[in-house]
Nanobody
Framework: QLQLVESGGEMVQFGGSLRLSCVVSGNTLDSYAFGWFRQAPGKEREGVSCADRTGNVITYADSVKGRFIISRDRAKNTVYLEMNNLNPEDTGVYSC??????????????????WGQGTQVTVSS
């Protein structure tokens, strides 16, 4: 059983940066694709980014492309989401998720098997 714990969310000003962490326990990262998702009040959950189990195949939502970076540290068994040039539309609860998958990744939340509890990101204007 995989456990995921996110951290790093906080309130930040327009144009600021944050790095979210997702510490994984119960297994190594190597067999899983990972995704970062966010959900704003009254909106559906949105797939922000995902990376395949090698970390070499990566996709981003158009709304964050060029500003967010997904990465992983195998030694720390941790997946990161670096977020730059934040704006109020980035506000929401950010969650990481893992899918046992050999190839590729998807930003469709229904495909993921394991989820963290989420961390709140608030961007003030």
């Amino acid at each position: 059983q995989l456990q995921l714990v996110e951290s790093g969310g906080e309130m930040v000003q327009f144009g600021g940066s944050l790095r979210l962490s997702c510490v994984v326990s119960g297994n190594t990262l190597d067999s899983y694709a990972f995704g970062w998702f966010r959900q704003a009040p009254g909106k559906e959950r949105e797939g922000v980014s995902c990376a395949d189990r090698t970390g070499n195949v990566i996709t981003y939502a158009d709304s964050v492309k060029g500003r967010f970076i997904i990465s992983r540290d195998r030694a720390k068994n941790t997946v990161y989401l670096e977020m730059n040039n934040l704006n109020p539309e980035d506000t929401g609860v950010y969650s990481c998720a893992a899918e046992l998958r050999n190839y590729g990744c998807a930003r469709n939340p229904s495909q993921y098997d394991y989820w963290g509890q989420g961390t709140q990101v608030t961007v003030s204007s």
